[in-house]
């Protein structure tokens, strides 16, 4: 009888879990299993660049690709999660409650922005945690030239100093010039509860960070947090009073919820503990990848982070494996011991931390182009790979 594999999620982790045991079950000449992958949308989200302007535009179409690799996907979104009689309820397209029926459950939901309850954040902040929030701010932006001129027109302020409110605020003047002009006097703050500039980042990257904050002209509020938000600006835990018209929320994102549903260990993000398989512990028809996993990178106490870098491995590893575990052949242990990523600091230019490259050269929208376009055909690249090689080489 054949046996059905459901992926939650097309990210990064559940569209790489399904390629990759595609691939597998390929090499075994295995076709009597069902693979398929259940979301919203059929797309790409490319969400760590959600902050640039355009970003309706960063979202690849994921469908013909899995139509090309013998994957089923179904439009909706999951709500419940039933383990122990292995059923999915979700909404399908028409808004209607559907049932879908497991042998293996991959759950790959991803993360959300974690709001916190802070007065004034849900009804008067931005974020830029999905497309749709990130056009939502966009539009705002553009709307500011309608407004007299003002200080608090021409200030922005970033709850939150970690990587997304880094790249957030250090690309806000170029975006806020483009609307405004040139002449605007513009005042972009962000506002973090740590002591120094990028003090949780290591001294290599936070003295490139305090450079290109100099350079772009954002400010930082150290030792402090914003407690109200209002139409007319933000209150601080130090009792300090800031105008602005847009206040962006980076302040960090917790896993899915749907990992509430599943009976485990979780962190205190909301991951479930897996084993160096990505199965979930403790129960044997269920794997987590991306960042609702909290899984090992290496031997030494490291884990996974909640990055796309991290959830395209964890998505190849959680495919093989469990196709693997199907097929009974021998599992590949998830390891990542090297993370390197690219910081992009704005007009600045960009930061590899790990190699500590500097691009400086490259930046503008000349740059934004070009990683657009890197993007592109980066994502066309892999699919031709895919298909060329009969998928052997995901892993």
């Known amino acids: 009888m054949k046996q059905h594999i459901l992926v939650i999620g097309a990210g990064f982790g559940g569209m790489w879990t399904a390629l990759s045991a595609t691939r597998l079950f390929d090499i075994h000449g295995h076709d009597d299993v069902e693979v398929t992958v259940l979301a919203p949308q059929a797309e790409l989200r490319v969400r760590p660049r959600f902050y640039e302007p355009n970003a309706h535009q960063l979202a690849a179409p994921i469908g013909e690709l899995f139509d090309a690799v013998g994957v089923k996907f179904i439009k909706g979104a999951a709500e419940t999660i039933d383990v ?6 979700y909404i399908d397209a028409a808004g209607e409650k559907q049932v879908a029926i497991y042998d293996k459950l991959v759950l790959a939901t991803g993360s959300r922005l974690a709001v916190p309850g802070t007065p ?3 009804e008067h902040a931005f974020d830029v945690d999905q497309i749709e929030q990130a056009v939502r701010l966009e539009n705002h932006l ?7 001129e003002s200080q608090a027109r021409n200030t922005v302020v970033v709850a939150g100093g970690g990587f997304t409110g880094i790249e957030t605020a250090t690309e806000m003047p170029t975006r806020l010039r483009a609307i405004l002009g040139d002449r605007a006097d513009i005042n972009v703050i962000i506002v973090d509860r740590g002591n120094k500039v990028g003090g949780s980042m290591g001294p290599q990257i936070a003295e490139k ?6 350079a772009t002209g954002v400010k930082w509020h150290l030792n402090a947090s914003v407690v109200a938000v209002d139409e007319q600006g933000v209150t601080l835990s130090d009792g300090q009073r800031i105008d602005t018209k847009t206040v962006v929320w ?10 509430e549903q599943i009976p485990a260990e979780r962190d205190h993000l909301g ?6 398989h990505l199965k979930v512990i403790g129960l044997d028809d269920v794997y987590a990848t991306g960042d609702v996993a ?14 796309c870098q991290h959830a395209i491995m964890l998505g190849r590893h959680a495919g093989n494996n469990v196709a693997a575990q199907i097929l009974g052949v021998e599992p590949t242990p998830y390891r990542q011991p090297k993370y390197v990523t690219c910081l992009d600091l704005g007009a600045w230019g960009r930061f590899i931390p790990r190699a500590g490259i500097v691009r400086s050269s490259c930046s503008g929208r000349r740059a934004r182009n070009s990683r657009r376009k890197s993007t592109r055909c980066g994502f066309t ?6 298909q060329w090689l009969g998928r052997q080489r995901i892993l």
């Open 294 to 307: 909290y899984a090992a990178s290496d031997d030494i106490g490291n884990h996974a982070l909640m990055t």
């Open 381 to 386: 690249r892999r699919w031709l790979i895919v």
């Open 250 to 259: 980076t302040t960090g994102v917790r896993a899915s919820s749907l990992t």
């Open 142 to 148: 553009k709307s500011l030239v309608n407004q007299p």
């Open 84 to 89: 122990a009689q292995k059923r999915v309820g």
């Open 271 to 276: 991951r479930l503990h897996v084993d160096a």
């Open 209 to 214: 960070i305090v450079e290109a904050s100099v």
């Open 120 to 122: 004034g954040v849900a």
